[in-house]
């Protein structure tokens, strides 16, 4: 299949768009890179805004990179097809994508985080790994979390690693970021969270902490854990048990079991009220 009239061809690396591409990937702009067929069909989908979209010029006989093509032509957004190197310059993976695509980024709202009566919210405190905060995006919207406020040195959630590794529930989940931690546990209880503290050792398994209620549940990062100017603050410290001589989980994982005993708890709830 040849590129249609509203498909034009670039095969230079000297082209604006490259440039543009690897700025975004270094994070030197407030849009968003998005790297995948998954990825775009998934922001498509959330009706986030794209700005431009770029083909492999030799994956336009797949139907669903055409299927994809038709429908953002019709939106009106622009769609260049483009050489094996031009994919290459402008996909930041080791073997580049077939689509890759810039977006706005979707506006941080306190308030979309903390809607609802009894909200839980995964805070991450220096969580560094771009992938963990991906990944925790990804088990926070599957396990009915409200919404993830990222703060410290936490990596950027809407940089393209972490989007990659949220495979689309950044573009769904309400996301905000404030840099100053103790700012962000003091909004969470101005609006009423109790303040949960993941901690390695010392805290209470989950099952023994009620987690019915609005919950901001603070995660920190890797190696290191929570500050502990943060963890004074908890009015809850939870702690994962781990048979030896195992020591620790990735951040995920550990947010994961949590934030599941979370939804087992409030479902509960749901399910005795109902038989009553």
Same mark, same amino acid.
């Given at each position: ?11 230079? *690396? ?7 591409? !690897? ?17 775009v069909?998934?922001?498509?989908a ?10 492999? =010029?030799?994956?336009?006989? *797949? ?6 093509? @038709? ?19 402008? #996909? ?19 308030? !979309? ?5 009894a ?7 220096? $969580? ?5 905060? @991906? ?10 979390? =409200? ?5 410290? !040195? ?7 690693? =972490? ?5 689309g #529930?950044?573009?769904r989940?309400?996301?905000? $970021? ?40 603070? $995660? ?12 004074? !603050?908890?009015?809850? *410290? ?19 079991l ?19």
């Amino acid at each position: 299949m040849l590129p249609g009239p509203d498909v034009k061809q670039i095969s230079s *690396r000297h082209h604006r768009l490259v440039a543009e591409c !690897r700025a975004l990937a270094s994070g030197k702009s407030e849009h968003l890179l998005l790297d995948g067929l998954h990825l775009v069909s998934e922001a498509i989908a959330a009706d986030v805004q794209l700005s431009q979209v770029i083909v492999a =010029a030799r994956s336009l006989n *797949r139907p669903e990179v055409q299927a994809l093509v @038709g429908l953002v032509t019709r939106r009106g957004v622009p769609v260049v097809a483009a050489s094996p190197s031009v994919m290459a310059a402008v #996909s930041p993976v080791r073997s580049p994508s077939e689509v890759v695509a810039i977006a706005a980024r979707p506006p941080a709202d306190l308030h !979309r985080v903390f809607a609802g009566r009894a909200p839980l919210i995964v805070v991450l405190a220096d $969580v560094q790994d771009p992938g963990n905060v @991906g990944a925790v995006a990804r088990v926070a919207e599957a396990g009915g979390a =409200a919404g993830l406020l990222v703060t410290g !040195r936490s990596a950027d959630p809407f940089g393209w690693k =972490a989007l990659r590794g949220s495979t689309g #529930s950044a573009l769904r989940l309400p996301i905000a $970021v404030e840099k100053d931690p103790c700012l962000a546990l003091q909004q969470a209880q101005q609006r009423g969270c109790r303040l949960v503290a993941m901690l390695a050792s010392g805290g209470r398994p989950a099952s023994d902490i009620d987690l019915r209620g609005a919950v901001a549940l603070i $995660v920190g990062g890797e190696g290191t854990g929570l500050a502990p100017a943060l963890t004074m !603050r908890a009015d809850e *410290r939870v702690t994962i048990p781990m048979i030896p001589p195992v020591e620790s989980l990735n951040v995920a994982v550990a947010a994961a079991l949590v934030i599941y005993e979370a939804r087992r708890q409030r479902l509960a709830v749901g399910a005795s009220c109902a038989t009553h």
